[in-house]
C-alpha cells in the first residue's frame, strides 16, 4: 500500500469509526430509554435489539467468508483470503455474542441459560464450524494449501446459515419466530425503529471491525513473506560461502 493508498484508507477508518459511534451511541438510547417496555416479557425484552443485530451481522460475516473464498478459489488471489480470515474471525466472535445475549434474555424468559432448541442448536454448530475454521488454518501447514482447504470449509459451513434462520419454521421450537416480515409486522412502530437503528449501527460496527481486521491481515502476510525473502537470502549465502570454501 503506498502512502496516498494508505492515507485515503485512514480517511475512511477515520469516518466509519465515527459513523459507528454515533449510530451505536443513537441506537442504546433508542433501545433502553425511547422503546416502550414489552407488555409480557419486561424490560428483559431489551436485550431484543442487541441480539438479534448481532444474530444479524454474524450472518453477514459468514456471508462475506463464503463469497471471499469463493472468489479465492477462482482467482487464487491473496486478498481474498485476508478478507476471509478477518471476517471469519468476526464472525466466529459475534456467535459467540449471540449465544450469550440469547442465553441472558432465555433465562428469564424460558427459567433456563440455555436448552437444545433447534435454532440454539444450530447456532452451536455453526461456532463449532468456524472454530474447526480456524484449527484446520493453523494445522493445515503451507499457507496455500492452508488458503484453500480453509476456503473449502468456508464454503460448506455457510450452509448452516439458511438451516439456522430457517430452523424456527422446519422445526418445533421455544425460539420466537421472526417478528418482522414482508407480510406482518407484530410490533409497534417504536420498536421496529429501534431495531432499525440497531441493526445500521452493529452493521457499520462489522464494517469497521472487517476493515481494521483486512488491515492487519494484510501487515500479518507482509512480514511472513519478510521473513520467507530473508530466510531464503540467508539459505542461498550459506550455499554460496560453501561453494566458495570447497573451491
Known sequence: MNERSGGVGHSWGTILGVLTALTMAVSIYLAFIYAPTEAVQGNAQRIFYIHVPIAWTAYLAFFVVFVASIA????????????????????LVLTTLTLITGSLWGRPIW???W??????????ILWFM???????????????????????LGIVAFIDVPIN??????????????????????????MVLTLMVSLLA????????????????????????YQLARHERHAQQQVQAGARANV
Open 111 to 113: 427459567g433456563t441459560w
Open 202 to 225: 452493529f452493521t457499520l460496527l462489522y464494517a469497521l471491525l472487517l476493515y481494521q481486521k483486512w488491515v492487519v491481515e494484510r501487515a500479518k502476510d507482509r512480514v511472513v513473506d
Open 130 to 152: 468456524y472454530l474447526g475454521y480456524f484449527m484446520l488454518r493453523s494445522y493445515a501447514g503451507e499457507r496455500e494449501r492452508a488458503a484453500r482447504f480453509s476456503a473449502v
Open 165 to 190: 434462520y430457517l430452523s424456527v419454521q422446519w422445526w418445533r421450537t421455544l425460539h420466537p419466530s421472526p417478528v418482522i416480515s414482508p407480510d406482518n409486522v407484530a410490533m409497534p412502530g417504536s
Open 115 to 124: 436448552t437444545w432448541d433447534a435454532r440454539l442448536t444450530t447456532t452451536l
Open 72 to 91: 479465492y478459489l477462482w482467482k487464487r488471489d491473496v486478498v481474498w483470503d485476508q478478507l476471509a480470515r478477518a471476517s471469519a474471525e468476526i464472525g
